[in-house]
């Protein structure tokens, strides 16, 4: 039997550029204000009035298969869980902040409460107890969603078995963990 | 906050949150210090009546009130705190999905900026210095204050206002027992034509809408993925997963004109023209629906008779929208029909004329026979029925002899009474017509941000004798005020039940009021009660009030609590009555209005011609985004660090014409004011509007988060009224932009 492979899956056609999912994890997760875990990007607007299109890309921690974000941690603090998840251990990260430059996702950030790096955990705490992560579970769109891709009986798999997609930076070498379904195109 | 000499006084100054060891998120992007939302919670508890040991952790189900839409609730509770709100699965409007304000919400409880005790103004209005006192003291001084008007200048002297609510019942309980009719509600801000148009067409407030089956949706000003109704919105985005097509008329590039299958462009004030064009195409070409009009309409003829002369061409030189897309829609429209509809919408475009539109945009459902059907309107019973629920006893009101001083119905005999023009209120007291008022009773509501000219609305405010404010935070009215009395959050406080359908639903305490803030329903008994009226509040504290709503229904207290929410079980009657009934005086789908008739107007839907902007000057458009509800929440750290000004879009070629790149400064001007704001230089706008989000600028010193952010769109609004409707027309503002 394969191993887990936890990863999101986006469908970016179905995001309407709320920030439910950037309010719901930094309540879940105690981000300071200032700082977030996810994000959605804005693509757009693009084009000449009226003929103009805009779309919207979420986003979080890609949770790699190979992060450079592992490779660079002088002490061990980055590591990567068998389900696929990347962590950090808040106990023996010591704040040198190379991770956050070494990801290219920009998914790092400094918190300076802790003194610790910090980034997305795809809400473990939450998916061992069986509920979706915090951002998934309130995506107003439904865009959002997460499992272990390597179930081919879970939504994710799929939604990654019946449809086109991409990751980003998939040139990069780094494998990441986060799918996004399109069809017809990357719009805008 | 720095304090006076004397303990007991409160001078709210500009400095930001440092007191905490934090500063808010900077405009011009300063470093962002964090606040954690633990420490939120920690200095919470510290300075307030945190109930340490009654409250479980665990899970308690109450409804949102971050908006007026009431998603269901799952609050999730530790060690006295609660630490996250979820949507609640079993609740129809949130379909266990909150939007971001509704996740927000613990910021609204936990916000510093909470009014911890009951205040009394001692400096001059505006000074923002006040004194801290007990409640005992506040309400004796509101109930002395309101009774020493009424003796003086009568009961209508007091205007009451709130933005409608599950409390409204006893907020009007207080209202007539006190005996004026002056009842002012935000509906004419936001809706009034909407409403008004479709209970004249359709004998109802406001059709519901079967997105589960539909094939064609045409929005007009409605833009829902950014002014988030939850449900709503959600059904939106599987309709369009579906593939239905939906169009959407803006000026402006919204997030749902991007995410729709068609954006149209339309020229403001405008999209009646295009409405009268598309009956005009459907009627001409007999692509209506024979046998709905024939059966469920009355005055079909006249209205043919009058959009005979609304072709095409006619409206593309009104509307801007060329004659063959008004032509492919109309066609489009009436082969889905009827799986489709053109949506009721809140405002459309804004206008003296919206009025007309909606009647127009109820008079094209109608002839394609979009009523009733799958993928079509609904005849949806209103929230607040379905289930009879019990009450307090209610004892006669006085008679209320006195006109209303928003001249309803008296000088607009169409305006429904319960919709009123509040704005109206404001400008009565300026004119002292028909009588003077004397007092302000304020509750939930924020009229000095919310009524356009705010200018106006200060000097109707300095026109009064007394202002009781009662709210959380010290927002712009508040602020104000003489007397504040600050209200337990959603979070904090049971209020009137909500039904829904067969279904009746509770909010309740999740953790005890912090600080001295205190429910609706005591804070109305006690000011009832040193008003001589305690007879009309007849309830034993809160749950008293919620159990004698459930007498008639097979449910305790209890058990309406752990599970949230209880469903009648009814007998249902099977399939829909084949009859369909409509509450007009015909009894039909009046597309001539006997109302109207009757009152010497045309019946029938027709060209209103809109005002338009001199040479030089825009449209002034206004809206939402999703982070935001109207003028409530900038002070809420999560959605003010998401979104914390709101810049000028402006078309690029218009930008470049006057030398304005993307983040300028800039000055935008109208005939009542100018503000500098920044421009947001973008394609994505109609090259003669302009557009802001509202309710930013705000001018509270006791909001230190939202203080002076952003610009106010009150402080550039002219106060144009529809007459029939009673609809405000905020978009026929025009405005000059230049370099600041």
Same mark, same amino acid.
């Given at each position: 039997m394969a191993t887990k492979r936890f990863a999101f899956v986006i469908e970016t056609e179905r995001c309407i550029d709320c920030k439910a999912c950037m309010v719901s994890c930094s309540v879940e997760n105690n981000v300071?204000?200032?700082?977030?875990r996810n994000w959605v990007h804005q693509i757009g +607007?693009?084009?000449?009035f009226p003929d103009v299109g805009m779309s919207f890309e979420p986003g979080q921690c890609m949770h790699c298969e190979n992060p450079p974000c592992e490779r660079v941690c002088p002490v061990g603090a980055t590591y990567r869980r068998d389900d696929g998840l990347v962590m950090v251990d808040q106990d023996v990260c +010591?704040?040198?902040?190379y991770c956050i430059e070494a990801c290219p996702y920009d998914a790092r950030y400094f918190n300076e409460e802790t003194g610790v790096t910090d980034k997305c955990t795809a809400c473990v705490h939450r998916v061992y107890q069986g509920e979706e992560p915090a951002c998934v579970a309130t995506c107003i769109g439904g865009a959002r969603h997460f499992g272990d891709i390597n179930d081919p009986n879970s939504e994710v798999a799929k939604l990654l078995a019946t449809n086109d997609y991409y990751r980003v930076y998939e040139a990069a070498g780094t494998e990441p963990g986060v799918y996004y379904i399109y069809k017809g195109g990357r719009k805008a | 906050m720095s304090k006076d000499e004397r303990d007991d006084i409160v001078q709210y100054s500009m400095s930001r949150r440092k007191f905490l060891g934090l500063s808010a998120a900077g405009a011009a992007g300063a470093s962002l210090t964090g606040l954690g939302f633990d420490k939120l919670q920690a200095y919470a508890a510290k300075h307030g009546d945190v109930a340490k040991t009654t409250i479980p952790d665990g899970e308690v189900h109450t409804l949102c009130e971050?908006?007026?839409?009431r998603c269901g609730v799952i609050a999730k509770v530790r060690d006295g705190k609660i630490t996250k709100l979820e949507g609640n699965p079993d609740h129809p409007h949130s379909r266990g999905k909150l939007c971001p304000r509704g996740q927000a919400g613990l910021g609204m409880t936990y916000d510093?900026?909470?009014?911890k005790t009951p205040l009394i103004r001692v400096g001059k209005r505006g000074e923002g210095k006040f004194r801290k006192v007990t409640w005992e003291e506040a309400l004796d001084y509101t109930a002395a204050r309101m009774n020493e008007l009424k003796e003086k200048y009568g009961a209508e002297s007091m205007i009451f206002s709130t933005t409608h609510n599950l409390i409204q019942q006893q907020f009007e309980n207080l209202l007539r027992a006190y005996g004026s009719p002056n009842y002012g509600t935000q509906r004419g801000l936001c809706f009034n034509a909407m409403i008004t148009a479709n209970s004249l067409t359709w004998g109802l407030d406001e059709p519901g809408r079967d997105y589960t089956d539909t094939d064609y949706v045409i929005y007009t000003g409605r833009n829902l993925m950014e002014a988030i109704s939850n449900s709503e919105t959600q059904d939106l985005v599987e309709a369009l997963a579906k593939g239905a097509k939906v169009v959407v008329l803006d000026p402006r590039f919204t997030k749902t004109a991007a995410r729709a299958t068609e954006w149209v462009p339309i020229k403001p004030g405008n999209d009646l023209a295009f409405y009268l064009a598309m009956l005009h195409e459907i009627i001409k070409n007999d692509w209506y629906d024979h046998e709905f009009v024939e059966e469920y309409t009355h005055g079909f003829d006249q209205l043919a008779e009058e959009v005979r002369q609304y072709t095409p061409e006619w409206a593309e030189q009104r509307c801007d929208v060329p004659a063959e897309n008004i032509r492919r829609i109309a066609r489009e429209f009436s082969v889905a029909a009827p799986r489709a509809f053109a949506h009721p919408n809140w405002r459309t475009s804004n206008f003296e004329n919206s009025f007309q539109t909606e009647r127009a945009i109820a008079a094209l459902n109608a002839i394609c026979g979009c009523w009733s059907q799958p993928g079509s309107l609904q005849p949806a019973a209103g929230e607040g029925e379905g289930v009879e629920l019990g009450g307090i006893p209610q004892p006669p009101y006085p008679r209320v002899r006195a006109l209303r001083l928003d001249g309803v119905p008296w000088q607009h005999p169409v305006v429904p009474l319960k919709l009123g023009i509040f704005q109206k209120n404001r400008d009565a007291i300026l004119t002292g017509k028909p009588y003077q008022a004397h007092g302000w009773f304020i509750y939930r509501q924020n009229p000095l941000s919310s009524i356009s000219d705010r200018r106006k609305t200060l000097e109707a405010f300095s026109k009064l004798d007394f202002i009781v404010t009662i709210d959380i935070i010290m927002n712009d009215t508040a602020y104000y005020s003489d007397v504040i009395l600050p209200e337990a959050t959603y979070l904090e406080r049971y209020d009137p039940l909500m039904v829904m359908e067969d279904s009746v639903f509770i909010r309740q305490p999740v953790i005890k009021p912090l600080f001295d803030s205190k429910p609706g329903l005591w804070i109305f008994q006690e000011i009832g009660k040193r008003l001589g009226l305690e007879k009309y509040f007849q309830y034993d504290g809160e749950e008293d009030y919620i159990t004698q709503q459930l007498k008639p229904l097979d449910v305790t207290l209890e058990e309406l609590k752990n599970k949230g929410y209880f469903t009648v079980v009814k007998e249902h009657t099977g399939e829909h009555s084949e009859e369909l009934h409509f509450g007009t005086k015909t009894g039909k789908v009046e597309l001539s209005s006997t109302v109207l008739e009757q009152l010497g107007m045309k019946g029938v839907p027709h060209w209103q011609e809109p005002m338009t902007p001199s040479e030089n000057q825009f449209y002034l458009l206004t809206g939402k985004v999703a982070t935001h509800t109207q003028f409530a929440t900038q002070n809420n750290e999560y959605l003010h660090d998401l979104f914390p000004e709101n810049p000028l879009w402006i078309n690029t070629k218009e930008a470049e014409k006057r030398g304005i790149k993307n983040g300028d400064d800039i000055y935008v001007e109208s005939e009542i004011g100018k503000v500098k704001t920044k421009a947001y230089v973008t394609e994505g706008i109609r090259p003669d509007s302009v557009f802001m989000v509202a309710g930013f600028g705000h001018v509270s010193k006791g909001l230190r988060t939202a203080f002076n952010e952003g610009v106010s769109d009150s402080d550039l609004h002219i106060s144009y009224t529809d007459p029939v409707s009673g609809s405000q027309a905020l978009s026929q503002t025009f405005v000059k932009v230049y370099k600041a």
């Open positions: 300071p204000v200032g700082h977030h +607007i693009k084009g000449t +010591i704040g040198c902040k | 971050m908006c007026v839409w510093p900026d909470r009014v």
